[in-house]
């Protein structure tokens, strides 16, 4: 009866060293995520090779986690991080007794999605320029039908007929310097959706200083931004009129978002 537990465990540590030698920066765990996927040694030897050549594990295991869904995944989308869940819960706070929330620059659409799973806001309407994201955001939004509706083009523009009646405006818009990555990232997290401009920040601070015109009076406006950039995004904030502004931070205790009401 052993002999099966046995050859999980090293099945897990083969795969772990193998993963390690490859420069993979969760070895263990996601040696774990292959071996409980793999149907046969065959198709595990296929996903560890995958891996070692560095493509994100999202991207191997075909759909990811996102709070309370499970999203599909595809090259030349942007894989949504951890931290984003952050964000998308201070949205779904936000959204208490809400007709009305967009999320821009949606990417898989893991905010929205999020939004509609966990919370009974009527109408949800997400945007993003790329139209891959576009298409890989409308098949996980699915579910929800009619209820959701995914429109392509440039941050604020698809939105420009709801100004003064959005609720809650989110956005994890690029918000990165031109950088070197790991190869997870530079090889397979489209620039676009990392970078936002020469400094980084460009377009969010596009994104506070039009969001708030879309938004009815009382409306709540939420922004991923970049961790070293919070009382600049707070400042920028401030100046173009939302009140009760203030920074959240991730789980791992870093500047992660600015949260902002339009007056009234």
């Not at 920040?201 to 969001?211: I, N």
């Amino acid at each position: 009866m052993r002999a099966e537990p046995d050859r999980d465990r090293l099945r897990l540590t083969s795969v772990a060293e193998r993963l390690r030698s490859a420069g993979v920066g969760t070895p263990e765990a996601d040696a774990r995520w292959l071996v409980d996927l793999a149907l046969s040694d065959d198709e595990l030897e296929q996903l560890v090779r995958r891996r070692e050549e560095r493509e994100p594990l999202q991207l191997v295991i075909g759909s990811w986690p996102f709070r309370g869904v499970e999203l599909s995944m595809r090259p030349g989308v942007f894989i949504p991080r951890p931290e984003t869940e952050v964000v998308a819960g201070l949205a779904i706070a936000a959204a208490d007794g809400a007709r009305l929330v967009v999320d821009l620059c949606t990417g898989s659409g893991a905010i929205a999605a999020a939004v509609a799973d966990e919370t009974k806001v009527p109408r949800i309407v997400a945007t993003d320029r790329s139209p891959d994201a576009v298409d890989l955001a409308r098949h996980n939004l699915r579910a929800w039908g009619e209820r959701v509706d995914v429109r392509v083009g440039d941050l604020l523009d698809p939105v420009r007929d709801l100004q003064g009646h959005v609720d809650v405006l989110v956005a994890n818009p690029p918000y990165l310097p031109p950088e070197t990555w790991e190869p997870e990232v530079a090889d397979h997290d489209p620039v676009s959706a990392l970078v936002g401009g020469p400094g980084g920040h460009e377009l969010v601070d596009r994104v506070l200083a039009e969001g708030p015109a879309l938004l009815r009076p009382g409306g709540t406006l939420v922004v991923e931004i970049d961790d070293r950039r919070g009382q600049e995004a707070a400042a920028h904030a401030r100046a173009a009129g939302l009140r009760d502004v203030e920074l959240v931070r991730d789980l791992a205790g870093r500047d992660r978002a600015v949260l902002g009401k339009r007056d009234g």
